[in-house]
Every structure is written in C-alpha cells, then in structure tokens.
C-alpha cells in the first residue's frame, strides 16, 4: 500500500509504504525525477538483510533505519516494513533543525548505517502512529497537509530521542558538545564536492583546524580530515556503481584538480583502481 501528499502550490511531497513489496531507492540512478529526500524505514518483522550502496547489512527487528535520497537500497523483505519519505518542499529538516535536531545526527550524520532499535513500548507507540497516519489519510480537507507535517515531526523527535540515548557519544558527551558535530556533518555534505581541506570547514565553525581535530579527537570520533576523505570515497563509489559517468566526469564532479589526482587518491583510499572498482 501507498498513501501519498503532493502540494501542487509546494511541490511538497510526503509519501507512506506500508508493507509495499516493491519499496526500494534507487539513488543515483534516479537523479532526473523529483524525489523525496530523506526516508524512515521501521522494519516491523524478524531481522533482515538490507544492502546499501552494494553493501549488505542485517537490519534488526522492530528498528527504525534513517536513509538519504542518494543513497541506493533495497531490503530482503519490504512487505514487512512501513516507510514514510518526504523532500524539503514539505518540511526542510535544516530550516527546522530547532524543532527536530536531527539533521546531521539521523540525517547527513557521521554514523550510518544507524540501526535504532525499540523496545517493547517503542513498538506500541511506531504501531499507534501508523494507525493516526492512515486514519489522517483519510482526511481531504484544506488541513491534511499541516496534520501529516506534525505527525512527521512526532514521528522524528521521537526517533531523535531514543538514537540519542543508545548512542554512547551523546551518553558521555553534552549536547553542545555534539553539536560542533553535528554542524560538522552537515556543513560537509554540502561542500564535500568542493571543499576537501579542514581548514574550511574549522573556519566555517570559527575554530583553528587543529582545534577542531582536538575536539573531534575528545569526543572520541573519527578526525575531521578522515570524515572528508570517506565522504568523498563513498560518492565516488555511488558514481561508479549508478552511473555511466568517466573517471574524467566524477572526478571534476568532486573537485579535483585533474584525473589523474582523483585516480590516485582514489586508488589510496578504496584500496582499487578506478577501473578494479567498477568490474567489482
């Protein structure tokens, strides 16, 4: 089943799967059609296996899974997930991170996959707002719209909450603390393609790099000059796998001086060659 919102003023679009066996993003490959952004997936049966950007993973039962519109996944068994999907038209969590504070944690975070597993009450309560979202469905009046964007926002506040409690980071660490992380993550998804030294982005976060490095290192996460290189790995893995593009084409897509330098770097970081990689 498919319940789906477009606000044709907007071009807002929020779309429920509820146990729709051909659920499944196709990321890169989908780059000309207007697509939702940003995907909650709760897997509401037994363990699966779910592959992501030709990864495989086993995602937990009863465990909510945050994905992004570039990314390419598909799961072992979608007619047992519900999912609920919407594009910045109809809620821009970055505009409205005060509200939901999961941009760069749930969403363009640094960990991911993030499996968020729930117990028992957690379940009741997933399951109670799947019942509230197919009843306001039913709903067509001048209203629908406002209702599905506060379900929405209940929906990522409370997932927001139990991520933070199972993460170990936000257990030790204050918030503000992870903030600078999490403003980190987000600045680096929308520069990573240009922007590939520190400096830029301590800068940005008005700290010196090296203090950044050092408050990266206290909160025991991965140095920021790591985090640039793997983001920047990880799109050029995505353009390999969905895409005809030369090794020319991605690598001035990702900022890089000439071909010859991202085929190093590549070669450095994944471990193949341009070409090994994409035989794979």
């Not at 030709?54 to 899974?65: D, K, N, R, T």
């Not at 409690?165 to 170990?168: D, F, I, N, R, Y």
């Given at each position: 089943m498919i319940k789906e919102y477009e606000d044709k003023s907007t071009l807002g679009r929020f779309i429920m799967h509820i146990n729709n066996e051909q659920f499944k993003g196709m990321g890169l490959r989908n780059t000309t059609t207007p697509i939702p952004i940003n995907t909650f997936v709760f897997n509401k049966g037994v363990a699966q296996k779910v592959t992501i950007d030709?990864?495989?993973?086993?995602?937990?039962?009863?465990?909510?899974?945050p994905l992004i519109s570039n990314q390419h996944?598909?799961?072992?068994h979608p007619e047992a997930l519900i999912?609920?999907?919407f594009n910045r038209e109809f809620y821009c969590i970055v505009d409205h991170d005060a509200e939901v504070g999961?941009?760069?944690?749930l969403f363009y975070g640094l960990q991911h996959p993030m499996f968020i597993e729930l117990n028992e009450l957690e379940q009741e309560a997933m399951l109670q707002l799947e019942k509230v979202f197919v009843e306001e469905w039913q709903s067509r009046d001048s209203f629908q719209g406002e209702m599905l964007r506060t379900l929405l926002k209940h929906l990522m506040i409370k997932t927001t909450r139990i991520a933070k409690?199972?993460?170990?980071s936000y257990q030790?660490?204050?918030e503000e603390k992870m903030d600078i992380v999490r403003k980190f993550s987000l600045l680096l998804e929308g520069a990573f393609k240009k922007q590939h030294g520190v400096s830029y982005y301590a800068e940005a976060l008005h700290k010196s790099p090296k203090t950044l490095s050092n408050i990266f290192a206290l909160l025991k996460q991965q140095a920021p000059s790591k985090l640039i290189q793997n983001r920047i790995v990880l799109e050029a893995k995505r353009y390999l796998?969905?895409?005809d593009?030369?090794?020319k084409e991605i690598s001035f897509e990702l900022g890089f001086e000439s071909p010859a330098h991202f085929s190093r770097f590549f070669k450095m970081y994944a471990g193949k060659n341009v070409s090994e990689f994409r035989k794979t």
């Open positions: 030709e990864v495989a993973y086993v995602m937990p039962a009863a465990a909510i899974l996944f598909s799961f072992e999912a609920w999907q999961c941009v760069g944690f409690k199972q993460s170990e030790q660490f204050p796998h969905y895409t593009k030369s090794a």
